[in-house]
Protein backbone atom coordinates (compact mmCIF):
# COMPACT_ATOMS: atom_id res chain seq x y z
CA UNK A 1 0.00 0.00 0.00
CA UNK A 2 1.39 3.87 -0.93
CA UNK A 3 1.36 5.41 2.64
CA UNK A 4 -1.05 8.53 2.08
CA UNK A 5 -0.20 10.10 5.06
CA UNK A 6 2.54 12.64 4.53
CA UNK A 7 4.19 13.25 7.52
CA UNK A 8 4.13 9.04 7.90
CA UNK A 9 6.45 9.46 4.72
CA UNK A 10 8.64 12.10 6.55
CA UNK A 11 8.85 9.65 9.55
CA UNK A 12 10.08 7.23 7.19
CA UNK A 13 12.34 9.02 5.67
CA UNK A 14 11.19 10.38 2.70
CA UNK A 15 12.30 13.71 0.98
CA UNK A 16 9.21 15.32 -0.11
CA UNK A 17 8.94 18.07 -2.11
CA UNK A 18 6.53 20.21 -0.19
CA UNK A 19 7.30 19.40 3.94
CA UNK A 20 4.14 18.61 5.66
CA UNK A 21 3.14 20.68 8.16
CA UNK A 22 1.30 20.92 12.23
CA UNK A 23 2.16 23.27 14.79
CA UNK A 24 2.61 23.35 18.45
CA UNK A 25 -0.60 24.24 20.37
CA UNK A 26 -2.58 24.53 17.49
CA UNK A 27 -5.41 23.87 19.59
CA UNK A 28 -5.38 27.01 21.45
CA UNK A 29 -6.78 30.04 23.04
CA UNK A 30 -5.88 32.42 20.01
CA UNK A 31 -8.69 30.24 18.01
CA UNK A 32 -12.01 31.45 19.04
CA UNK A 33 -13.80 27.92 18.39
CA UNK A 34 -11.42 26.49 21.25
CA UNK A 35 -12.17 29.69 23.71
CA UNK A 36 -15.63 29.08 22.80
CA UNK A 37 -15.27 25.43 23.20
CA UNK A 38 -13.45 25.73 26.65
CA UNK A 39 -16.16 28.05 27.68
CA UNK A 40 -18.74 25.35 27.44
CA UNK A 41 -16.37 22.58 29.31
CA UNK A 42 -16.30 25.06 31.91
CA UNK A 43 -12.44 24.89 32.63
CA UNK A 44 -8.48 23.12 31.20
CA UNK A 45 -8.94 20.00 32.69
CA UNK A 46 -12.80 19.67 32.17
CA UNK A 47 -12.00 20.08 28.29
CA UNK A 48 -8.80 17.43 28.78
CA UNK A 49 -11.17 15.27 30.52
CA UNK A 50 -14.94 15.31 28.14
CA UNK A 51 -13.63 13.19 25.44
CA UNK A 52 -16.07 14.57 22.86
CA UNK A 53 -15.04 18.28 23.78
CA UNK A 54 -11.35 17.45 23.85
CA UNK A 55 -11.75 15.51 20.30
CA UNK A 56 -13.59 18.78 19.18
CA UNK A 57 -10.57 21.07 20.03
CA UNK A 58 -8.25 18.70 18.62
CA UNK A 59 -10.37 19.04 15.22
CA UNK A 60 -10.74 22.78 14.98
CA UNK A 61 -7.26 23.74 13.30
CA UNK A 62 -7.64 20.91 10.92
CA UNK A 63 -10.75 22.18 9.72
CA UNK A 64 -9.82 26.24 9.58
CA UNK A 65 -6.13 25.45 7.92
CA UNK A 66 -5.77 21.30 6.87
CA UNK A 67 -2.74 20.82 8.92
CA UNK A 68 -1.32 17.69 7.83
CA UNK A 69 -1.33 16.02 11.74
CA UNK A 70 -3.84 16.34 14.42
CA UNK A 71 -2.00 16.46 17.93
CA UNK A 72 -4.24 15.20 20.46
CA UNK A 73 -5.80 17.53 22.78
CA UNK A 74 -4.41 16.90 26.57
CA UNK A 75 -1.54 17.99 28.48
CA UNK A 76 1.51 16.44 29.99
CA UNK A 77 0.63 17.31 33.71
CA UNK A 78 -2.29 14.64 33.39
CA UNK A 79 0.33 11.87 33.66
CA UNK A 80 0.98 13.32 37.62
CA UNK A 81 -2.66 13.80 38.36
CA UNK A 82 -3.16 10.20 37.39
CA UNK A 83 -0.38 9.10 39.70
CA UNK A 84 -1.97 11.22 42.55
CA UNK A 85 -0.70 14.64 42.46
CA UNK A 86 -3.01 17.63 43.19
CA UNK A 87 -3.32 19.89 39.93
CA UNK A 88 -4.92 22.93 39.33
CA UNK A 89 -4.68 25.92 36.68
CA UNK A 90 -4.85 29.45 37.92
CA UNK A 91 -6.17 31.88 35.18
CA UNK A 92 -3.24 34.09 33.60
CA UNK A 93 -0.19 32.08 35.59
CA UNK A 94 0.04 28.69 34.49
CA UNK A 95 -0.33 25.15 36.62
CA UNK A 96 0.27 24.14 40.39
CA UNK A 97 0.31 21.04 41.65
CA UNK A 98 1.16 19.48 45.28
CA UNK A 99 5.14 18.55 45.46
CA UNK A 100 7.44 15.86 45.81
CA UNK A 101 10.30 17.21 47.99
CA UNK A 102 11.20 13.90 49.70
CA UNK A 103 10.86 10.00 50.09
CA UNK A 104 7.20 11.33 52.03
CA UNK A 105 5.70 12.40 48.92
CA UNK A 106 6.56 9.62 46.50
CA UNK A 107 5.34 6.88 49.24
CA UNK A 108 1.84 8.89 48.36
CA UNK A 109 1.84 8.82 44.76
CA UNK A 110 0.37 6.02 43.10
CA UNK A 111 1.75 2.98 41.35
CA UNK A 112 2.20 3.00 37.34
CA UNK A 113 -1.26 0.53 36.57
CA UNK A 114 -3.18 2.72 38.35
CA UNK A 115 -2.60 5.45 35.91
CA UNK A 116 -5.49 4.38 33.12
CA UNK A 117 -8.06 4.95 35.89
CA UNK A 118 -7.44 9.44 35.38
CA UNK A 119 -6.61 8.89 31.84
CA UNK A 120 -9.20 6.71 30.49
CA UNK A 121 -10.70 9.71 28.75
CA UNK A 122 -7.63 10.72 26.89
CA UNK A 123 -7.30 7.31 25.52
CA UNK A 124 -11.57 7.99 24.60
CA UNK A 125 -11.05 11.04 23.10
CA UNK A 126 -8.10 8.75 20.91
CA UNK A 127 -10.79 6.73 19.55
CA UNK A 128 -12.97 9.41 18.72
CA UNK A 129 -10.80 11.07 16.22
CA UNK A 130 -9.86 7.75 14.81
CA UNK A 131 -13.31 7.81 13.16
CA UNK A 132 -13.34 11.46 12.25
CA UNK A 133 -10.06 12.90 10.82
CA UNK A 134 -9.89 12.92 7.00
CA UNK A 135 -7.79 10.19 5.69
CA UNK A 136 -4.73 12.02 4.65
CA UNK A 137 -4.44 13.78 8.67
CA UNK A 138 -1.74 11.67 10.46
CA UNK A 139 -3.03 11.04 14.67
CA UNK A 140 -0.68 12.32 16.79
CA UNK A 141 -0.28 11.04 20.62
CA UNK A 142 2.14 12.62 23.19
CA UNK A 143 3.21 12.87 26.87
CA UNK A 144 6.05 14.93 28.46
CA UNK A 145 9.47 13.74 29.32
CA UNK A 146 10.35 12.19 32.83
CA UNK A 147 12.75 15.46 33.27
CA UNK A 148 10.21 18.36 32.54
CA UNK A 149 7.17 16.48 34.21
CA UNK A 150 9.31 16.45 37.38
CA UNK A 151 10.71 19.62 37.01
CA UNK A 152 6.86 20.80 37.75
CA UNK A 153 6.05 18.09 40.46
CA UNK A 154 9.14 19.23 42.76
CA UNK A 155 8.22 22.82 42.30
CA UNK A 156 4.89 22.39 41.66
CA UNK A 157 4.80 24.66 39.59
CA UNK A 158 6.56 26.27 36.45
CA UNK A 159 9.70 27.35 37.21
CA UNK A 160 12.32 30.16 35.14
CA UNK A 161 15.44 27.66 35.73
CA UNK A 162 13.83 24.57 37.13
CA UNK A 163 16.08 25.40 40.15
CA UNK A 164 13.74 23.01 42.82
CA UNK A 165 14.47 20.13 40.67
CA UNK A 166 18.07 20.87 39.82
CA UNK A 167 18.13 21.21 44.08
CA UNK A 168 16.43 17.89 44.56
CA UNK A 169 18.66 15.89 42.42
CA UNK A 170 22.16 17.24 43.86
CA UNK A 171 20.87 17.05 47.29
CA UNK A 172 18.36 13.69 47.49
CA UNK A 173 19.47 11.82 44.21
CA UNK A 174 17.38 8.76 45.46
CA UNK A 175 14.41 10.35 45.97
CA UNK A 176 15.01 12.39 42.33
CA UNK A 177 16.15 9.08 40.75
CA UNK A 178 12.89 7.27 41.96
CA UNK A 179 10.57 9.82 40.61
CA UNK A 180 12.38 9.46 37.31
CA UNK A 181 11.82 5.65 37.47
CA UNK A 182 8.21 6.24 38.13
CA UNK A 183 7.70 9.10 35.31
CA UNK A 184 9.62 6.84 32.83
CA UNK A 185 7.34 3.55 33.62
CA UNK A 186 4.53 5.63 33.92
CA UNK A 187 5.43 7.25 30.39
CA UNK A 188 5.87 4.34 28.73
CA UNK A 189 2.03 3.12 29.70
CA UNK A 190 0.49 5.76 28.80
CA UNK A 191 1.88 5.98 25.38
CA UNK A 192 1.45 2.78 24.52
CA UNK A 193 -2.16 2.72 25.46
CA UNK A 194 -2.43 6.02 23.64
CA UNK A 195 -0.74 3.94 20.47
CA UNK A 196 -3.57 0.82 21.11
CA UNK A 197 -5.98 3.67 21.26
CA UNK A 198 -5.16 4.78 17.55
CA UNK A 199 -2.09 6.91 18.07
CA UNK A 200 0.01 6.64 14.80
CA UNK A 201 3.07 8.99 15.74
CA UNK A 202 3.96 10.20 19.32
CA UNK A 203 5.70 12.65 20.65
CA UNK A 204 7.75 13.27 24.14
CA UNK A 205 7.84 16.82 24.85
CA UNK A 206 11.37 17.63 26.93
CA UNK A 207 10.30 21.43 27.32
CA UNK A 208 13.22 21.90 29.76
CA UNK A 209 15.88 19.19 28.77
CA UNK A 210 17.86 22.74 27.92
CA UNK A 211 18.81 23.21 31.60
CA UNK A 212 20.50 19.95 31.81
CA UNK A 213 24.25 20.52 30.94
CA UNK A 214 26.50 18.10 30.40
CA UNK A 215 26.38 14.35 31.96
CA UNK A 216 23.00 15.07 33.64
CA UNK A 217 21.37 15.93 30.07
CA UNK A 218 22.58 12.24 29.37
CA UNK A 219 21.33 11.20 32.21
CA UNK A 220 17.92 13.01 32.44
CA UNK A 221 17.39 13.63 29.29
CA UNK A 222 18.50 11.54 26.68
CA UNK A 223 18.72 7.79 29.15
CA UNK A 224 15.46 8.49 29.85
CA UNK A 225 13.71 8.88 26.07
CA UNK A 226 16.28 5.69 25.60
CA UNK A 227 14.15 3.83 27.73
CA UNK A 228 10.91 4.71 27.14
CA UNK A 229 11.49 4.63 22.70
CA UNK A 230 13.56 1.15 23.60
CA UNK A 231 10.46 0.07 25.28
CA UNK A 232 7.63 1.74 22.59
CA UNK A 233 9.79 0.35 19.92
CA UNK A 234 9.49 -3.05 20.99
CA UNK A 235 5.32 -3.76 21.81
CA UNK A 236 5.11 -1.04 18.40
CA UNK A 237 7.92 -1.49 16.35
CA UNK A 238 5.76 0.78 13.52
CA UNK A 239 4.70 3.99 15.39
CA UNK A 240 7.23 6.45 14.86
CA UNK A 241 8.49 8.32 17.49
CA UNK A 242 9.27 12.23 17.70
CA UNK A 243 11.69 13.75 20.61
CA UNK A 244 11.96 17.45 21.67
CA UNK A 245 14.71 18.08 23.87
CA UNK A 246 13.82 21.40 23.63
CA UNK A 247 16.78 23.60 23.81
CA UNK A 248 19.39 20.94 23.89
CA UNK A 249 21.92 23.08 21.50
CA UNK A 250 24.85 20.50 20.77
CA UNK A 251 23.15 17.59 22.57
CA UNK A 252 20.54 17.88 19.37
CA UNK A 253 23.40 16.59 17.53
CA UNK A 254 23.61 12.34 17.47
CA UNK A 255 20.10 12.27 19.56
CA UNK A 256 18.01 10.57 17.32
CA UNK A 257 20.61 7.88 16.73
CA UNK A 258 21.23 7.69 20.45
CA UNK A 259 17.56 7.41 21.40
CA UNK A 260 15.84 5.20 18.75
CA UNK A 261 13.85 8.64 17.97
CA UNK A 262 12.43 8.83 14.46
CA UNK A 263 12.56 12.27 14.81
CA UNK A 264 14.19 15.09 16.23
CA UNK A 265 12.50 18.40 17.25
CA UNK A 266 14.26 21.59 17.13
CA UNK A 267 13.51 24.85 19.09
CA UNK A 268 14.23 28.25 17.02
CA UNK A 269 17.09 28.69 18.96
CA UNK A 270 19.22 26.98 16.49
CA UNK A 271 19.43 27.75 12.62
CA UNK A 272 17.92 25.53 10.50
CA UNK A 273 21.01 25.49 8.40
CA UNK A 274 23.01 24.49 10.85
CA UNK A 275 20.39 21.60 12.14
CA UNK A 276 20.45 20.79 8.43
CA UNK A 277 23.88 19.65 8.31
CA UNK A 278 24.27 18.54 12.30
CA UNK A 279 21.33 17.02 13.05
CA UNK A 280 18.89 16.11 9.67
CA UNK A 281 21.75 14.11 8.44
CA UNK A 282 20.58 11.50 10.89
CA UNK A 283 17.16 11.53 9.79
CA UNK A 284 14.18 13.52 9.61
CA UNK A 285 13.42 16.99 11.90
CA UNK A 286 11.07 19.02 12.88
CA UNK A 287 10.65 22.95 13.46
CA UNK A 288 11.41 25.83 13.66
CA UNK A 289 9.66 28.58 13.01
CA UNK A 290 9.69 31.10 15.66
CA UNK A 291 6.09 31.31 17.35
CA UNK A 292 6.41 35.37 17.49
CA UNK A 293 6.25 35.53 13.83
CA UNK A 294 2.61 33.79 14.39
CA UNK A 295 2.02 37.57 16.11
CA UNK A 296 3.64 39.38 13.97
CA UNK A 297 2.97 38.38 10.31
CA UNK A 298 4.30 39.94 7.27
CA UNK A 299 7.25 39.88 5.00
CA UNK A 300 9.40 38.22 7.69
CA UNK A 301 7.17 35.25 8.14
CA UNK A 302 7.31 34.61 4.52
CA UNK A 303 11.25 35.31 4.13
CA UNK A 304 11.70 33.07 7.61
CA UNK A 305 9.53 30.23 6.57
CA UNK A 306 10.85 30.02 2.93
CA UNK A 307 14.39 29.84 4.66
CA UNK A 308 13.95 27.02 6.89
CA UNK A 309 11.80 24.69 3.86
CA UNK A 310 15.34 25.69 1.70
CA UNK A 311 17.36 24.86 4.46
CA UNK A 312 15.99 21.38 5.17
CA UNK A 313 14.96 20.67 1.71
CA UNK A 314 17.41 18.15 1.37
CA UNK A 315 16.68 16.10 3.91
CA UNK A 316 12.85 14.84 5.72
CA UNK A 317 11.27 17.60 6.99
CA UNK A 318 8.04 18.12 8.76
CA UNK A 319 7.61 22.10 8.83
CA UNK A 320 6.35 23.30 12.39
CA UNK A 321 6.98 26.31 15.19
CA UNK A 322 9.96 25.88 17.68
CA UNK A 323 7.86 26.03 20.34
CA UNK A 324 3.88 26.24 21.13
CA UNK A 325 1.84 29.25 19.30
CA UNK A 326 1.35 32.26 21.84
CA UNK A 327 -2.38 33.53 22.88
CA UNK A 328 -2.00 36.83 20.84
CA UNK A 329 -1.05 35.21 17.70
CA UNK A 330 -2.82 35.75 14.53
CA UNK A 331 -4.93 32.93 12.82
CA UNK A 332 -4.62 35.04 9.41
CA UNK A 333 -0.64 34.70 10.27
CA UNK A 334 -1.21 30.79 10.71
CA UNK A 335 -2.91 30.54 7.02
CA UNK A 336 -0.06 33.18 6.01
CA UNK A 337 2.53 30.40 7.27
CA UNK A 338 0.88 27.18 6.12
CA UNK A 339 0.24 29.25 2.11
CA UNK A 340 4.14 29.65 2.39
CA UNK A 341 5.08 26.07 3.01
CA UNK A 342 3.07 24.71 0.45
CA UNK A 343 2.91 27.39 -2.41
CA UNK A 344 6.53 28.10 -2.31
O1 LIG B 1 -0.23 21.13 21.07
C1 LIG B 1 -1.45 20.95 21.21
O2 LIG B 1 -2.30 21.64 20.63
C2 LIG B 1 -1.91 19.77 22.03
C3 LIG B 1 -2.22 20.00 23.39
C4 LIG B 1 -1.13 20.38 24.38
C5 LIG B 1 -1.36 21.26 25.46
N1 LIG B 1 -0.26 21.27 26.25
C6 LIG B 1 -2.61 22.02 25.67
C7 LIG B 1 -2.61 23.16 26.59
C8 LIG B 1 0.18 19.90 24.51
C9 LIG B 1 0.97 19.00 23.59
C10 LIG B 1 0.71 20.47 25.71
C11 LIG B 1 2.05 20.18 26.22
C12 LIG B 1 2.54 20.87 27.41
N2 LIG B 1 1.85 21.25 28.52
C13 LIG B 1 3.90 21.17 27.63
C14 LIG B 1 5.05 20.80 26.71
C15 LIG B 1 5.15 21.71 25.55
C16 LIG B 1 5.55 23.12 25.87
O3 LIG B 1 4.70 24.00 25.70
O4 LIG B 1 6.70 23.32 26.28
C17 LIG B 1 4.00 21.80 28.87
C18 LIG B 1 5.28 22.32 29.51
C19 LIG B 1 2.69 21.83 29.44
C20 LIG B 1 2.30 22.35 30.77
C21 LIG B 1 1.35 23.46 30.68
N3 LIG B 1 0.05 23.34 30.23
C22 LIG B 1 1.57 24.80 31.02
C23 LIG B 1 2.89 25.37 31.54
C24 LIG B 1 0.39 25.50 30.77
C25 LIG B 1 0.08 26.93 31.10
C26 LIG B 1 0.67 27.87 30.14
C27 LIG B 1 -0.37 28.34 29.18
O5 LIG B 1 -0.09 28.32 27.97
O6 LIG B 1 -1.44 28.75 29.67
C28 LIG B 1 -0.55 24.56 30.23
C29 LIG B 1 -1.91 24.85 29.81
C30 LIG B 1 -2.32 24.42 28.43
N4 LIG B 1 -2.03 23.23 27.83
C31 LIG B 1 -3.14 25.18 27.53
C32 LIG B 1 -3.32 24.39 26.38
C33 LIG B 1 -4.14 24.71 25.17
C34 LIG B 1 -3.73 26.54 27.82
C35 LIG B 1 -4.85 26.32 28.77
C36 LIG B 1 -6.08 27.16 28.56
O7 LIG B 1 -6.87 26.90 27.63
O8 LIG B 1 -6.24 28.07 29.37
Not at 12 to 34: D, H, K, N, S
Not at 272 to 294: F, K, T
Request: charge should be negative; proline fraction near 7%; glycine fraction near 10%.
Amino acid sequence: MVETKTILRALAGEVLPTPPVWMMRQAGRYLPEYRATREKAGDFLSLCYTPDLAAEVTLQPIRRFGFDAAILFADILLVPQALGADLWFVTGEGPRLSTVTGKADLARLKTVPDIHETLGPVYETLKILTGELPKETTLIGFAGAPWTVATYMIAGRGTPDQGPAHKLRMEDPATFDALMDLLTAATIEYLSAQIEAGAEVVKLFDSWAGSLKGDAFDKYALAPARTIITALKARHPAIPVIAFPREAGQNYIGFAKATGADCVALDNSVSAEWAAENVQRDGCVQGNLAPGHMVTGGQALIDESRRIVKAFSKGPHIFNLGHGITPDADPANVQLMIDTVRGG
